[in-house]
């Protein structure tokens, strides 16, 4: 039973340009939520798409955005990129359901040079 | 002030020593409460997963909620060193679906 599965898992950016991370949940989740890790601090909810909609979303500006397909895999666009946004980004995968709980992929380890 | 609090160590004991892992919160409405592991360069790995203020045992962890307080705690019995890495407290407030609010971090090493 594979689990979280994120490409690629790393990548270097220079100021300015646009990154498209992927993510394919757990086999049997339908529920696909997308976090930033910066080094030393707990991950911070960035969105959550079901039923190809963005559900909910953290305090994360415009440049963040995403896409679920009907397979339920999901993108994360991130345009004008900023040295800020360096840090590891995490998909996680969940059924729908008030209280699921979450289950993690490696993540994407993002530099922004 | 951070609605979830957690003390980011690091913390360091010998192998075989009971750990105690903490974190607060401030706000009443979480509701769901969960730790994760998270090894260097991984994501986090769901440990333990609690609902009702009590404890639950699984293995040599043990979570612990006490609502009344704000107050969540996971002890590890007979520490290994493969338990060294970061323990990530994490809670869901009612309404919001599966968005977590995590603590900080706490970096744990176990020692020979």
């Known amino acids: 039973d594979a689990g979280v599965t994120q490409s690629p898992t790393h990548l270097i950016k220079t100021r300015g340009q646009q990154v498209t991370l992927r993510c394919s949940p757990k086999?049997?989740?339908?529920?696909v939520s997308w976090y930033q890790q910066a080094l030393g601090q707990g991950p911070q909810f960035i969105f959550q798409y079901y039923e190809e909609e963005e559900r909910q979303r953290g305090n994360f500006p415009d440049r963040f955005s995403g896409h679920q397909f009907p397979n339920y895999s999901s993108e994360l666009n991130v345009n004008a990129l900023l040295l800020g946004d360096s840090a590891l980004y995490l998909c996680?995968?969940?059924?729908?359901?008030?209280?699921?709980?979450?289950?993690f992929g490696n993540g994407t380890r993002l530099t922004v040079t | 002030q951070k609605e979830v609090e957690q003390d980011p160590g690091p913390l360091s004991v010998p192998e075989g020593a009971i750990v105690s892992l903490n974190c607060t919160y401030s706000n009443s409405a979480f509701q769901y409460f969960m730790w994760y592991r998270q090894y260097s360069r991984k994501g986090p790995e769901l440990l333990m997963y609690?609902?009702?203020?009590g404890n639950k045992e699984d293995g040599r962890f043990t979570a612990q909620v006490d609502k009344s307080s704000k107050y969540i705690s996971l002890f590890i019995r007979d520490s290994q060193p493969s338990d060294s890495a970061t323990y990530l407290c994490?809670?869901?407030?009612?309404?919001?679906?599966?968005?977590?609010?995590f603590g900080t971090g706490t970096r744990l090493q176990v020692t020979l």
């Open positions: 994490a809670m869901i407030t009612t309404g919001t679906a599966s968005k977590l609010t």
């Open positions: 609690t609902y009702s203020s």
């Open positions: 086999s049997g989740h339908d529920t």
């Open positions: 996680a995968s969940s059924t729908r359901g008030w209280g699921s709980p979450l289950h």
